[in-house]
């Protein structure tokens, strides 16, 4: 097993990789085609290093999410420097195929997950392992008490921490990346989960999808009103980041990011007006997400549902 305490270092140690990050492993899957499981975006494919792809997360460059690819023999090991969206999409990359994934949050919660061909399997909060969920959670837990972490302990000190994680995954899937090896320049590329096969998160808006367009005067947009007709049919609809669609796709995604994230760093750049804005264009990607993949929803309103 390697050293992996580098994953619980703070900021002023060395190495430090970050206080937010998130790492996924998937078997048998080349870079690129891992990268578009979670939404990829190929236009935007270079070789970056963690400097990098934090230089990206200012207003201007819209606060694009990155992740960057590691081949390690069988596994494809994902990065994501900055955030914790793979931890979220762990099952999308599973499809046909096996993934483990763990994130650090040090402000929210750090989690381990493990899916098999579209299937959670097991996965637990890394500050807290007594909360543990998953269709066979009894296959985690063995190996859960060999990387150090104890599920049964409800009131111990539960400091395995982001390191245990690491071993854990190491159980799993016989690789670990070295913490070198995670901070050299990689092929990366920005991606949106939108465009993934990720189960739509949130709830419904009080509103369909065709009252925000109607509200946002987005009819004209090429193909969305028909391709949104056509998911209300019953069709299969499949909208790509390349697609005309899929590029007014990226634009109103980019818009709500700016919305959301400028509060912290840049709020002088939008006006009230313009922020509202940006945050009905997230509510129309969630509910085109609802539309276009009901096999993956798990909450509709009564207005989706009809």
Same mark, same amino acid.
């Given at each position: 097993?390697? @050293?992996?305490?580098?994953?619980?270092?703070?900021?002023?140690?060395?190495?430090?990789?970050?206080?937010?990050?998130?790492?996924?492993?998937?078997?048998?899957?080349?870079?690129? *085609?891992?990268?578009r499981?979670?939404?990829?975006?190929?236009? +935007?494919?270079?070789?970056?290093?963690?400097?990098?792809?934090?230089?990206?997360?200012?207003? /201007?460059?819209?606060?694009?999410?990155?992740?960057?690819?590691?081949?390690?023999?069988?596994?494809?090991?994902?990065?994501?420097?900055?955030?914790?969206?793979?931890?979220?999409? +762990?099952?999308?990359?599973?499809?046909?195929?096996?993934?483990?994934?763990?994130?650090?949050?040090?402000?929210?919660? #750090?989690?381990?997950?493990?899916?098999?061909?579209?299937?959670?399997?097991?996965?637990?909060?890394?500050?807290?392992?007594?909360?543990?969920?998953?269709?066979?959670?009894?296959?985690?837990?063995?190996?859960?008490?060999?990387?150090?972490?104890d599920? @049964?302990? $409800? *009131?111990?000190?539960? /400091?395995?921490?982001?390191?245990?994680a690491?071993?854990?995954? *190491?159980?799993?899937?016989?690789?670990?990346?070295?913490?070198?090896?995670?901070?050299?320049?990689?092929?990366?590329?920005?991606?949106?989960?939108?465009?993934?096969?990720?189960?739509?998160?949130?709830?419904? #808006? $009080?509103?369909?999808?065709?009252?925000?367009?109607?509200?946002?005067?987005?009819?004209?947009?090429?193909?969305?009103?028909?391709?949104?007709?056509?998911?209300? =049919?019953?069709?299969?609809?499949?909208?790509?980041?390349e697609?005309?669609?899929?590029?007014?796709?990226?634009?109103?995604?980019?818009?709500?990011?700016?919305?959301? =994230?400028?509060?912290?760093?840049? =709020?002088?750049?939008?006006? @009230?007006?313009?922020?509202?804005?940006?945050?009905?264009?997230g509510?129309?990607?969630?509910?085109?997400?609802?539309a276009?993949?009901? /096999?993956?929803?798990?909450?509709?309103?009564?207005?989706?549902?009809?």
């Amino acid at each position: 097993m390697r @050293d992996h305490s580098w994953a619980d270092a703070h900021p002023g140690e060395q190495p430090f990789l970050g206080e937010i990050f998130s790492l996924a492993f998937v078997r048998d899957v080349e870079p690129l *085609e891992a990268m578009r499981r979670i939404g990829g975006l190929p236009d +935007t494919l270079a070789e970056r290093t963690p400097e990098q792809i934090c230089a990206l997360r200012n207003f /201007d460059d819209g606060y694009p999410e990155v992740v960057c690819a590691l081949a390690l023999g069988e596994w494809m090991v994902l990065v994501q420097p900055t955030g914790f969206w793979l931890a979220h999409l +762990t099952v999308a990359l599973s499809r046909g195929t096996e993934a483990v994934s763990l994130s650090r949050h040090d402000y929210a919660t #750090s989690s381990f997950n493990h899916a098999v061909d579209g299937t959670l399997v097991g996965g637990f909060d890394v500050n807290y392992p007594p909360v543990h969920y998953g269709a066979d959670t009894e296959r985690l837990l063995g190996l859960m008490r060999e990387a150090g972490f104890d599920p @049964d302990d $409800e *009131e111990g000190e539960h /400091d395995a921490g982001i390191s245990g994680a690491l071993r854990l995954a *190491e159980l799993i899937t016989g690789v670990a990346p070295t913490f070198g090896q995670l901070v050299a320049p990689l092929p990366s590329m920005h991606f949106d989960h939108w465009f993934s096969r990720h189960r739509p998160s949130g709830s419904p #808006s $009080e509103h369909t999808a065709e009252e925000i367009i109607a509200e946002l005067d987005l009819a004209r947009t090429p193909g969305l009103v028909e391709t949104l007709a056509a998911a209300r =049919r019953g069709e299969h609809v499949v909208v790509t980041p390349e697609s005309e669609l899929g590029q007014h796709v990226r634009e109103w995604s980019t818009l709500s990011r700016r919305a959301s =994230r400028s509060l912290n760093s840049a =709020r002088g750049r939008m006006s @009230d007006q313009e922020r509202a804005r940006g945050h009905r264009f997230g509510w129309l990607l969630q509910e085109l997400s609802f539309a276009f993949r009901p /096999d993956l929803a798990w909450c509709r309103g009564p207005k989706q549902a009809a």
